[in-house]
């Protein structure tokens, strides 16, 4: 079993709807857990960092945390074009404090 | 968010030479680093977890003597790739992080090939 899981994708949408985003992991000593975007050819770039159960929100994106079901996921609201890329989910946990990341979901975002 | 600089962005050199790319955290003290390797369309090979003084901590199958991995204070890590050949061309990325319960900012990752 992977650390990190995610559907590869592609996931298509059109514009302005809710991209929905999942990710499971396997570690239950997992503490912190992150969620990037890459695009082609560029580095990630963390969009949510969440470590509690429950929901943190920053502007169109809401990530959900669920230690019991070992699950995160991320909602991207009014979807735009320019959301296109690849969403990867990492964790950190005990074992040295390791950054594992999962095998990233592709988004499309349809005008 | 944080501010992650890593140089350079491109490097070609010669197989048999040695490259060394630099990590620094601009505006935070970084005591974790983590230095990564992606394949295109791939996700992020994690190779390394460096703490500062401490010796890096190395992902089974990644040869330490290889890809040296220095961390020598709170805002510069270090990975030079030792005798390198083509197939270690790559993308090489490192994040850095200022403990445990805090976000992870990514460099600018570096584009390495080896002719």
């Known amino acids: 079993q992977k650390e990190v899981e995610q559907n590869s994708g592609p996931l298509s949408v059109p514009e302005g709807a809710i991209a929905s985003l999942n990710c499971t992991y396997s570690?239950?000593?997992?503490?912190?857990f992150f969620w990037y975007r890459q695009y082609s050819g560029k580095s990630p770039e963390l969009i949510m960092f969440?470590?509690?159960?429950g929901d943190k929100e920053d502007g169109r994106f809401t990530a959900q945390l669920n230690k019991a079901s070992q699950y995160v996921s991320l909602l991207i609201r009014d979807s735009q074009p320019s959301d296109s890329a690849t969403y990867l989910c990492?964790?950190?946990?005990?074992?040295?404090?390791?950054?594992?990341f999962g095998q990233g979901t592709e988004l499309s975002v349809k005008p | 968010g944080a501010v992650v600089s890593q140089h350079p962005s491109r490097v070609i050199c010669k197989s048999g030479t040695s490259v060394k790319i630099e990590c620094r955290s601009l505006?935070?003290?970084?005591?974790?680093m983590f230095w990564y390797r992606q394949f295109p369309k791939k996700s992020l090979m994690l190779m390394a977890t460096?703490?500062?003084?401490?010796?890096?901590?190395?992902e089974q199958g990644v040869e330490k003597d290889k890809f040296l991995i220095n961390h020598a204070s709170l805002t510069l890590s270090t990975l030079t790739v030792t005798s390198a050949h083509p197939e270690d061309s790559s993308f090489y990325i490192c994040?850095?992080?200022?403990?445990?319960?805090?976000?992870?900012?990514f460099g600018q990752g570096t584009r390495l090939t080896v002719v």
């Open positions: 990492a964790r950190r946990g005990n074992q040295g404090g390791k950054l594992i």
């Open positions: 969440i470590y509690s159960n």
């Open positions: 994040s850095a992080s200022g403990g445990l319960n805090t976000e992870a900012f």
């Open positions: 570690d239950r000593g997992s503490q912190s």
């Open positions: 505006d935070f003290q970084a005591t974790t």
């Open positions: 460096s703490n500062e003084g401490s010796k890096a901590t190395y």
